[in-house]
């Protein structure tokens, strides 16, 4: 006699919520994207972050964020803001992103009057 086969109703996965980026001017050109969603790792920092993106998307991207000779080890001409808030260079290294945050990276434009 053949097994029935039975089925239990499928237990929805949990979404576990990840960081959320956007890109901006020439760092969108160096990522080919306008943004992405990325799994988010406790004990992730801004600083921590651009790393990571750096060995992601490679030297083009490394050339936008990163400066080593630079407080905070992130280019001057760099804007980097979780929800809405301006993080500063020298914060990049203690400030934590969290689960849901976004964060959106801006070069520098040129510009004003």
């Known amino acids: ?24 001017g020439s760092i969108r050109v160096a990522a080919q994207k306008i943004g992405e969603e ?9 600083y921590s972050l651009m790393q990571a993106l750096s060995v992601a998307f490679g030297q083009s991207m490394r050339d936008e964020l990163l400066d080593e000779n630079a407080p905070g080890g992130l280019r001057e001409d760099l804007m980097v803001t979780v929800n809405e808030a301006i993080i ?26």
């Open 38 to 46: 990325r799994e988010h790792i406790p004990g992730t920092t801004v």
């Open 1 to 24: 006699m053949a097994a029935e086969l039975t089925s239990s109703p499928a237990t929805p996965a949990k979404s576990v919520p990840g960081i959320h980026l956007k890109f901006f």
């Open 88 to 113: 500063s260079k020298k914060d990049a290294g203690i400030t934590m992103i969290g689960a849901g945050d976004v964060v959106s990276l801006f070069p520098m434009f040129p510009g004003g009057g």
